[in-house]
């Protein structure tokens, strides 16, 4: 048996996709900011642990911090070094923070 769908059925389909489809459109795109946001964070702390891992072998502190800003516009690196452990914390609208042990000096 086959059922038919009268004119007024097939409008109130129409409707019905015509609301879900921005909805669903919407949940996409939040979720792809998401994983952009996501990337971005993963991305500044490999490069942060780059910066402290390049300080710890006495490369340049100029050329490490200009390729990390090159890398990462208005984000300001701040190093400290305590008891053999040398700290680089990046800070912008997010912060990271990474340390290596490099041993006393």
Same mark, same amino acid.
């Given at each position: 048996? %086959? ?5 007024? &059925?097939?409008?109130?389909?129409? #409707?019905?996709? @015509?609301? =879900? ?14 994983? %952009? ?5 993963? &991305?500044?702390?490999?490069?942060? #642990?780059?910066? @402290?891992? =390049? ?51």
């Amino acid at each position: 048996m %086959r059922s038919h769908q009268t004119p007024s &059925e097939s409008g109130t389909v129409t #409707a019905e996709f @015509a609301v =879900a489809m921005p909805v669903i459109i919407a949940v996409l795109l939040f979720g792809l900011g998401q994983v %952009r946001e996501l990337s971005a964070t993963t &991305e500044l702390r490999e490069d942060l #642990a780059s910066v @402290a891992r =390049a300080l710890a072998r006495q490369e340049s502190e100029p050329e490490v911090i200009r390729w990390f800003t090159t890398l990462h516009p208005g984000v300001h690196i701040k190093k400290s070094l305590e008891s053999g452990v040398l700290c680089v914390e990046a800070t912008s609208t997010k912060s990271a923070k990474h340390c290596v042990w490099v041993g006393e000096h």
